[in-house]
């Protein structure tokens, strides 16, 4: 029996899903929980698999084109049964969609309830198989046999042990050699122009604006708009913090900690000392959490999104480093599980590498404040009545008044400035 194939829920945020890629065409044959799309959703990219078997009969929706939630993208049937009534409720397009509840990454949600699929049971060698087939998805199966990956050398994430497309990316990732940082690219050679010309106004060309891009400016708007902002800025001395992250990376190589590291640690340590700012507003009550789980801003190309370090004040500095790289590559390809990306108490948002002196960052709801991190540079200051040559780095936090005075704010900032300008406190308290 036809069904619909409608856009699931993917992410706890997610309000409507962007057809990346159809990995079916019509008339293909479709099995139960075989992969039919990528779909981008507003903060990563996932497979969507099928919950009935047969061919794809009608493809509704072209790749790059957004629904919302419910709304009907492909048609799965038998190959000659009449689809003439799914097609003009598809072609309707309901005002109101029903919007189902949230689905697992590689799940597809179906009008008709699938049938039960063969339980995979393990190979000799471990693999997860249906019958005499390991379980890959075609994408993954293509993107291995393009890189030469060895699928018998791979443990699959996805369902029942599938190898799905997000187990490939990682063991190209893993072999890949490192990118030579970017240059300036060549000014174009241009002809001067000609006295008295006359240029008609620049060719443009209009993209279809990503998820992510598309749930950054809604959540923007929604942000400085209701929430009543204040700012409290800080110079804080940076020479012993970056003395001892040299020192640090010095005695142990394969830590590779980062100013940023340093700086997510003192933020959780500062919350410690002020959990009234380690809060979120709640409409009619204001939420006071019992750990530090800061979000850290990540620039992707599609936009920005903040994968969580949780608990980071009940972690070492020799944590923390690694998993916010780790996080950092998988939010680049656009590979983080929505609950690594959801539910900050506080976040940081550092744009120093950038050579950035000061900024104001923007509060991501519902969290209490984020802290802007500007450059270390060195700077002349006066220090025992003598001008000496210091590394300074400016911070700006960014303040919901409904749920942080200005006094208790400026506190957060001054224990925050106190612990980088005394970093062994980090070693001397641990949380």
Same mark, same amino acid.
């Given at each position: /029996?036809?069904?619909?194939?409608?856009?699931?829920?993917?992410?706890?945020?997610?309000?409507?899903?962007?057809? !990346?890629?159809?990995?079916?065409?019509?008339?293909?044959?479709?099995? /139960?929980?075989?992969?039919?799309?990528?779909?981008?959703?507003?903060?990563?990219?996932?497979? /969507?698999?099928?919950?009935?078997?047969?061919?794809?009969?009608?493809?509704?929706?072209?790749?790059?084109?957004?629904?919302?939630?419910?709304?009907?993208?492909?048609?799965?049937?038998?190959?000659?049964?009449?689809?003439?009534?799914?097609?003009?409720?598809?072609?309707?397009?309901?005002?109101?969609?029903?919007? =189902?509840?949230? $689905?697992?990454?590689?799940?597809?949600?179906?009008?008709?309830? =699938?049938?039960?699929?063969?339980? =995979?049971?393990?190979?000799?060698?471990?693999?997860?198989?249906? +019958?005499?087939?390991?379980?890959?998805?075609?994408?993954? $199966?293509?993107?291995?046999?393009?890189? %030469?990956?060895?699928?018998?050398?791979?443990?699959?994430?996805?369902?029942? +042990?599938?190898?799905?497309?997000?187990?490939?990316?990682?063991?190209?990732?893993?072999?890949?050699?490192?990118?030579?940082?970017?240059?300036?690219?060549? /000014?174009?050679?241009?002809?001067?122009?000609?006295?008295?010309?006359?240029?008609?106004?620049?060719?443009?060309?209009?993209?279809?604006?990503?998820?992510?891009?598309?749930?950054?400016?809604?959540?923007?708007?929604? !942000?400085?708009?209701?929430?009543?902002?204040?700012?409290?800025?800080?110079?804080?001395?940076?020479?012993?913090?970056?003395?001892?992250?040299?020192?640090?990376?010095?005695?142990?190589?394969?830590?590779?900690?980062?100013?940023?590291?340093?700086?997510?640690?003192?933020?959780?340590?500062?919350?410690?000392?002020?959990?009234?700012?380690?809060?979120?507003?709640?409409?009619?009550?204001?939420?006071?959490?019992?750990?530090?789980?800061?979000?850290?801003?990540?620039?992707?190309?599609? %936009?920005?999104?903040?994968?969580?370090?949780?608990?980071?004040?009940?972690?070492?500095?020799?944590?923390?480093?690694?998993?916010?790289?780790?996080?950092?590559?998988?939010?680049?390809?656009?590979?983080?599980?929505?609950?690594?990306?959801?539910?900050?108490?506080?976040?940081?948002?550092?744009?120093?590498?950038?050579?950035?002196?000061?900024?104001?960052?923007?509060?991501?709801?519902?969290? %209490? $404040?984020?802290?802007?991190?500007? $450059?270390?540079?060195?700077?002349?200051?006066?220090?025992?009545?003598?001008?000496?040559?210091?590394?300074?780095?400016?911070?700006?936090? !960014?303040?919901?008044?409904?749920?942080?005075?200005?006094?208790?704010?400026?506190?957060?900032?001054?224990?925050?400035?106190?612990?980088?300008?005394?970093?062994?406190?980090?070693?001397?308290?641990? !949380?």
């Amino acid at each position: /029996m036809a069904s619909q194939v409608i856009m699931p829920k993917l992410s706890p945020t997610m309000e409507e899903g962007q057809v !990346s890629r159809w990995l079916k065409k019509e008339g293909d044959k479709v099995s /139960m929980g075989e992969p039919l799309a990528e779909i981008d959703t507003d903060k990563a990219t996932m497979e /969507m698999q099928a919950l009935s078997a047969g061919v794809l009969r009608k493809i509704l929706i072209n790749e790059g084109e957004s629904v919302p939630l419910g709304q009907p993208i492909a048609i799965i049937g038998e190959p000659n049964e009449d689809i003439s009534e799914l097609l003009s409720q598809a072609k309707a397009k309901p005002q109101s969609a029903p919007k =189902p509840e949230a $689905a697992k990454p590689s799940e597809v949600t179906s009008v008709e309830p =699938p049938q039960q699929a063969p339980a =995979p049971v393990p190979s000799p060698d471990g693999k997860r198989v249906v +019958g005499d087939r390991m379980l890959v998805s075609p994408i993954a $199966a293509r993107m291995a046999a393009e890189a %030469g990956i060895n699928l018998k050398s791979l443990q699959g994430s996805g369902p029942g +042990g599938r190898i799905i497309k997000r187990d490939i990316e990682d063991a190209m990732s893993a072999k890949a050699p490192a990118k030579a940082p970017s240059a300036l690219r060549p /000014m174009p050679v241009a002809r001067p122009a000609m006295k008295g010309e006359v240029f008609a106004p620049s060719a443009y060309r209009d993209e279809p604006m990503s998820e992510m891009r598309r749930t950054i400016a809604r959540r923007l708007v929604t !942000s400085l708009g209701p929430v009543p902002h204040f700012f409290l800025t800080s110079e804080i001395d940076m020479e012993r913090a970056a003395d001892m992250r040299r020192s640090l990376n010095e005695l142990y190589p394969d830590a590779k900690i980062s100013v940023n590291d340093v700086i997510i640690k003192v933020t959780a340590a500062a919350l410690t000392q002020h959990p009234q700012v380690n809060a979120s507003f709640q409409d009619k009550t204001v939420r006071y959490y019992e750990h530090a789980d800061i979000g850290v801003a990540v620039a992707t190309e599609n %936009g920005l999104i903040t994968p969580v370090v949780r608990a980071a004040d009940m972690k070492s500095l020799f944590d923390i480093a690694p998993e916010v790289r780790e996080l950092a590559e998988r939010a680049r390809a656009r590979r983080l599980k929505p609950e690594e990306y959801t539910g900050a108490s506080f976040s940081i948002s550092n744009l120093g590498m950038f050579g950035i002196d000061e900024f104001t960052a923007v509060i991501n709801p519902p969290e %209490g $404040a984020i802290l802007a991190i500007g $450059a270390m540079t060195p700077k002349p200051v006066v220090k025992d009545g003598q001008v000496v040559i210091r590394q300074m780095m400016r911070v700006t936090m !960014s303040c919901d008044h409904r749920v942080i005075d200005g006094a208790t704010g400026a506190q957060f900032l001054r224990t925050f400035k106190q612990i980088l300008e005394n970093p062994l406190y980090l070693f001397l308290n641990q !949380s």
